[in-house]
């Protein structure tokens, strides 16, 4: 197997940045920062995987600084970190100074929960959750999300105002310099899964008839108008990397797009605006996007059309490892261990995508990264490593 996964060992330029290897620690939240501040315990958490050579750590998702960022979102949060503040970017540094001191590279992954924030939850309940058109979801997506945490949020609210926006985009930019003067590597932005970003991009929470709305296009000028503020917040060197779904925590069948065609639309106004890599978030690395497409492009998984219709370097992620994708393992109590490297290294060598994110495979073993380059035997995956920091 060392042979086999070899290519993804060797080092990548990301514009200013040379990380050692591909291999990448998906965002993973972990509810360990009481009262937003990340402290030693998620520091040594990092760094082990750092250790572990894993050439790039992705933080879990990090609260940018607005009001209602964060809260509860159905997936029992307490303890999440922000980015601003004296004693969070304290923390933060220190987790940058230790990933560093051996030798690691590390994005926060900038966060702002939207729609799927429970009113009334948070450091700020007084502040109205931020949704773009006052809507949570559809009534009866396929979701994982509690039905009393469903029922709460599909009561319809306010829409964001063209200051609320503002406000909200002012928000992202300060957090990316807080962690551009911190000393991270690059930006993460979650632009997945249901959150803020990607409700202005989906149609069924995005039904705004201003400029913020309208077809995929108009849809993306949020995304657009975030990237471009964190562009000149952080200047034209450090890296940013943009992660998208087609599926919602409110309906997990939702998509973005039906064809490469619309999937442009909705990434190439976002890769313009200064975007360095794409981060295709699906639960299975090894499926055909656009299943009805012909010939040898009709295999490219989500990241390998990212890469196509924006010329942008793109991640892969999803099962890398693991024979069960996220939510599938969560219902089964955990997920079996399985060689899918060759199916893996196949799409790789094809070009789909440049680097390979690791979610889970790397709560279980902070040593992932260096096994799988030494062909050694990984810690098997248990559920319990998604409840502790080790
Ligand atoms: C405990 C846990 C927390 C997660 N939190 C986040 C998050 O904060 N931001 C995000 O974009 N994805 C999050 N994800 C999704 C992962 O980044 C990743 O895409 C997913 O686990 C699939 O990769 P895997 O099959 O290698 O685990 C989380 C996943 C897990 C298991």
């Not at 992954?109 to 429970?118: A, E, N, Y």
């Not at 990434?267 to 981060?279: C, H, Q, R, S, Y």
């Not at 440049?354 to 979610?359: C, S």
Request: hydrophobic residues 40%; charged residues 20%.
């Amino acid at each position: 197997m060392s042979n086999l996964v070899a290519p993804l060992f060797e080092p990548l330029q990301l514009g200013s940045l040379r990380l050692n290897n591909r291999i990448v620690m998906a965002p993973m939240t972990r509810n360990f920062s009481p009262g937003g501040v990340p402290g030693e315990d998620v520091a040594g958490y990092y760094s082990r995987r750092a250790l572990g050579e894993t050439g790039l750590i992705i933080t879990e998702g990090v609260g940018v600084d607005h009001p209602s960022a964060l809260g509860e979102a159905g997936i029992g949060e307490s303890d999440l970190p922000h980015l601003y503040g004296e004693a969070a970017l304290a923390g933060w540094r220190r987790v940058v100074e230790q990933v560093h001191a051996v030798g690691g590279r590390i994005f926060p992954q900038l966060w702002h929960q939207g729609v799927m924030r429970l009113q009334g939850t948070g450091p700020n309940p007084h502040i109205p959750s931020s949704r773009p058109s006052g809507i949570w979801g559809p009534p009866a997506g396929l979701t994982s999300s509690p039905a009393d945490y469903v029922a709460a949020q599909l009561v319809p609210t306010t829409a964001m105002s063209e200051e609320d926006i503002a406000d909200v985009i002012a928000g992202y930019a300060r957090s990316a310099a807080h962690a551009k003067a911190l000393g991270f590597d690059g930006i993460a932005i979650h632009g997945a899964h249901g959150y803020l970003i990607d409700t202005f991009l989906w149609c069924v929470t995005n039904a705004r008839t201003d400029a913020w709305g309208g077809d995929r296009k108009a849809r993306s000028r949020f995304a657009v108008e975030v990237v471009k503020a964190i562009r000149t917040a952080v200047g034209p060197e450090l890296p940013i990397l943009f992660r998208f779904s087609q599926w919602k925590q409110q309906d997990f069948k939702a998509r973005l797009a039906a064809t490469p065609e619309e999937l442009q639309d909705v990434l190439l106004p976002i890769a313009e605006a200064g975007v360095d890599v794409f981060d295709a978030s699906v639960r299975y690395f090894n499926r055909a996007e656009f299943a009805d497409i012909k010939g040898s492009d009709g295999e490219l998984n989500l990241a390998g059309w990212a890469k196509k219709v924006t010329g942008c370097m793109s991640m892969t992620v999803g099962g890398v490892g693991l024979e069960n994708g996220m939510y599938d393992s969560n219902k089964q109590g955990g997920a079996h261990s399985s060689n899918n490297f060759q199916l893996l290294m196949a799409r790789y060598e094809r070009g789909e995508f440049d680097l390979v994110g690791v979610g889970r495979s790397l709560l279980q073993d902070p040593n992932w990264a260096s096994k799988a380059r030494q062909g050694q035997v990984f810690e098997p995956f248990s559920n319990e490593s998604l409840s502790v920091l080790t």
